[in-house]
């Protein structure tokens, strides 16, 4: 990566200060897995989990309090488990079931919940009235889902085929029960005044009914994983969804706070929106931590210890050779290993990503997928880690004969979005963008992806790069800042945000 100035922080000194936590108040989201494992993302807080205890039965989907300080689990048998201000108010666990349970849903400002078994069998509980069921009666495709209306006066049943059933007070907006789907219906959500509901499928399409705005799908990008459960955020602007490995998209004004680790021990089942800090969760450093990213032009001469921090370079441009060095340096990362890919313009004439077809440049996306395949399968072949945190480095810098971009912005922005659906096709959570904030938008114009960004922003200190840099440029990558590289001597330095 190229420098433009230097400054004197120590790597793993106290030289600058860590970034103080958000104080605002934002819509954020919890994640769980079927082990019951929790994750809070957006300083959502944890409550807890069954994370470590043994279950009679999977946990299936988790429902938030009104307050967000707590949330209930359910389990495929039943069972509930109760964590912060979510109070138990009686479960199925000891029940002989006709069909598990798929789904829960909590009583809006009533103190209760309810629980949906595939056959559409519904269970109250605390003051969660029962509004009727499709228990007993035949369905065309089983139930994997449902939704309340926030007063608690009804709620709404999903089948596979996006049928949808409402009871009590809430309303049929719209189904896609008579649609040919390509892939099965997972779970909905519903919009904050109740008029409306999202629901998405295991490919990632997304279907908005009532006053449910569509924000933009994953319907037509390759999934390595599929989409398990969608909830929408506080304003009813935007919505999250996550895959079964925890990799979260976010579309409309919903922030992207982060995805869990790349491993995880159980999968991914269901998620629930929080009010949250605003605190970015899931970056691969501690806050506050120091390091350095190095590529071919560090071979044989590693920065000394301490740092926590690495960062390699996997290829110097598109489709290019292997970083010679890339095994020995990604030794020296060791647990703080990240990788990088340069970008550079190309066009290919196809790819297997049939979004593409839909950008300003299809041909330059092509290429920006393929090529983001190929340093992935680089990387494979010299045998690193791939299952870490990657980053595409977008910068003007050109190699001899190399030049790095067009003239067009649009096709620029083509082959980034292309490269960062390849990426997330090899079934990575955690892609970024590095690039200069006073250059991006020269580049690409105005696309901002929601995905983590890392500034080279040299000259200013890091931490306050963390918490001002999205207000001193506008357009920029709009996932939170997780790293900033502040510093260029004879190494690149880089803080953790």
């Avoid at 890339?326 to 990362?333: D, K, Q, R, S, T």
């Amino acid at each position: 990566m190229v420098a433009l100035a230097t400054m004197a922080f120590a790597p793993g000194t106290g030289g600058a200060a860590t970034s103080s936590p958000a104080t605002h108040t934002v819509s954020a989201y919890w994640l769980v897995a079927s082990d019951g494992g929790i994750f809070a993302f957006g300083g959502a807080a944890f409550y807890g989990s069954t994370g470590g205890i043994q279950l009679n039965q999977p946990v299936v989907a988790m429902a938030g309090t009104p307050t967000s300080h707590g949330y209930w689990l359910v389990a495929a048998d039943g069972g509930i488990f109760a964590f912060g201000d979510a109070h138990f108010y009686g479960s199925a666990g000891n029940l002989r079931l006709n069909r598990p349970v798929v789904g829960m849903a909590a009583s809006g400002r009533l103190p209760g919940y309810w629980m949906v078994a595939s056959d559409g069998g519904i269970f109250s509980y605390g003051a969660a009235h029962f509004y009727g069921s499709m228990g007993g009666q035949h369905l065309n495709q089983p139930i994997v889902g449902m939704a309340a209306t926030p007063d608690g006066g009804g709620y709404w049943l999903v089948a596979s085929d996006g049928g949808v059933f409402a009871f009590g007070d809430a309303d049929f907006y719209g189904s896609t029960g008579s649609i040919h789907l390509n892939r099965p219906i997972m779970g909905m959500s519903a919009t904050p005044s109740g008029h409306g509901y999202w629901f998405t499928a295991s490919d990632g399409g997304v279907f908005a009914f009532g006053d449910a705005h569509f924000y933009g799908s994953l319907g037509n990008v390759p999934q390595s994983r599929p989409i398990v459960a969608i909830t929408g955020d506080s304003s009813g602007g935007g919505y999250w969804f996550t895959n079964n490995n925890g990799a979260v998209t976010s579309y409309g004004n919903s922030t992207y706070w982060g995805s869990t680790p790349q491993v995880l021990v159980r999968p991914v089942v269901g998620m629930a929106q929080a009010t949250g800090s605003g605190n970015f969760t899931g970056s691969s450093y501690p806050s506050g931590s120091y390091g350095y990213d190095i590529s071919n032009f560090q071979c044989g001469g590693f920065p000394g210890a301490p740092h926590t921090i690495g960062i390699v370079q996997v290829v110097g441009e598109s489709k290019g050779p292997t970083n010679p060095c890339l095994n020995g340096e990604a030794a020296w990362a060791g647990g703080g290993l990240n990788l990088y890919m340069f970008l550079t313009y190309g066009a290919d004439a196809s790819s297997g990503d049939p979004a593409c077809i839909s950008t300003a440049s299809p041909q330059a996306c092509n290429y920006g997928f393929n090529t983001a395949l190929d340093a992935f399968q680089k990387a494979a072949a010299a045998g690193v880690n791939t299952s870490v945190g990657w980053w595409l480095d977008v910068e003007t810098y050109s190699l001899p004969g190399v030049p790095s971009w067009t003239s067009d912005p649009q096709a620029n922005a083509a082959l980034v979005r292309g490269a960062i659906d390849g990426l997330h096709f090899k079934g990575l959570n955690g892609v970024g963008i590095y690039a200069s904030p006073g250059l991006w938008g020269g580049i690409v114009g105005n696309y901002a992806p929601a995905v983590p960004y890392w500034p080279a922003d040299w000259g200013i200190a890091p931490a306050t790069t963390c918490s001002n840099i999205h207000s001193l440029y506008s357009g920029l990558p709009a996932g939170p800042v997780q790293i900033v590289q502040y510093a260029s001597n004879q190494f690149d330095q880089d803080y953790a945000c």
